[in-house]
């Protein structure tokens, strides 16, 4: 098995959508834990200051192998399902953030 690897997903929500996001977030981190993709590390949540629709998430993989799996993971397809349904656009590159082009950004962290 190969070594833990990271993602970067952005996300850009509607502000009035951006609780139940989260809520959806937190509970597809439960489906990674549960199905045993993910390591112990806690998942990263952060938000723009300059535009809160826009979250980032910070996810360790166990592997490449648990990361090549998520497509074809049933339980994983399904929050996803729920997130695609809820967020304005979610398959965005990081540069969209604001801050993205700021070195040294700071970004709003996002608790549970």
Same mark, same amino acid.
């Given at each position: 098995?190969? %070594?833990?690897? $990271?993602?970067?997903?952005? $996300? %850009?929500?509607?502000?009035?959508?951006?609780?139940?996001?989260?809520?959806?977030?937190?509970?597809?981190?439960?489906? $990674?834990?549960?199905?045993? =993709?993910?390591?112990?590390?806690?998942?990263?949540?952060?938000?723009?200051?300059?535009?809160?629709? $826009? =979250? =980032?998430?910070?996810?360790?993989?166990?592997?490449?192998?648990?990361?090549?799996?998520?497509?074809? *993971?049933? *339980?994983?397809?399904?929050?996803?399902?729920? =997130?695609?349904?809820?967020?304005?656009?979610?398959?965005?590159?990081?540069?969209?953030?604001?801050?993205?082009?700021?070195?040294?950004?700071?970004?709003?962290?996002?608790?549970?």
């Amino acid at each position: 098995m190969s %070594q833990s690897q $990271y993602m970067l997903a952005t $996300y %850009q929500v509607e502000v009035a959508d951006r609780a139940a996001f989260i809520q959806e977030l937190i509970a597809t981190e439960a489906a $990674y834990r549960e199905e045993q =993709l993910v390591t112990d590390a806690p998942i990263i949540r952060m938000s723009s200051k300059e535009d809160p629709e $826009y =979250l =980032l998430e910070i996810i360790e993989f166990k592997s490449a192998e648990a990361l090549s799996s998520l497509m074809e *993971n049933a *339980n994983v397809q399904a929050h996803w399902g729920k =997130l695609i349904g809820t967020w304005k656009d979610g398959d965005i590159a990081a540069d969209r953030v604001p801050e993205a082009h700021i070195p040294w950004a700071i970004l709003e962290p996002i608790r549970p």
